[in-house]
């Protein structure tokens, strides 16, 4: 899922893929607005099948918040 996660940070903002780390916060080091945060965690929860609360999604602020809640939420078998 880190892989996915880093693949579309990396499309959606133009930031090399290397860059991103589990610590990277995407706002602040990847300069990502809140529209795009959204966006992208839209298409996240289309391809997993997961929904993610929006009280949750000012806690995922960085790549590796955000990758372990979709690991740990994602339907058996995806």
Same mark, same amino acid.
């Given at each position: 899922?880190? *892989?996915? $996660?880093?693949?579309?940070?990396?499309? /959606?903002? #133009? %930031?090399? #893929?290397?860059? $991103?780390?589990?610590?990277?916060?995407?706002?602040?080091?990847?300069?990502?607005?809140?529209?795009?945060? %959204?966006?992208?965690?839209?298409?996240? *929860?289309?391809?997993? =099948?997961?929904?993610?609360?929006? *009280?949750? %999604?000012? *806690?995922?602020?960085?790549? =590796?918040?955000?990758?372990? /809640? $979709?690991?740990?939420?994602?339907?058996? =078998? #995806?």
């Amino acid at each position: 899922m880190f *892989e996915k $996660i880093t693949s579309m940070l990396s499309d /959606y903002l #133009k %930031v090399d #893929k290397s860059k $991103i780390t589990r610590d990277t916060d995407i706002k602040k080091d990847l300069k990502a607005d809140s529209l795009l945060v %959204v966006e992208m965690l839209f298409a996240l *929860e289309d391809e997993t =099948g997961i929904t993610i609360p929006d *009280e949750m %999604v000012e *806690e995922l602020t960085n790549v =590796g918040k955000l990758t372990d /809640y $979709i690991e740990a939420n994602m339907p058996k =078998g #995806k």
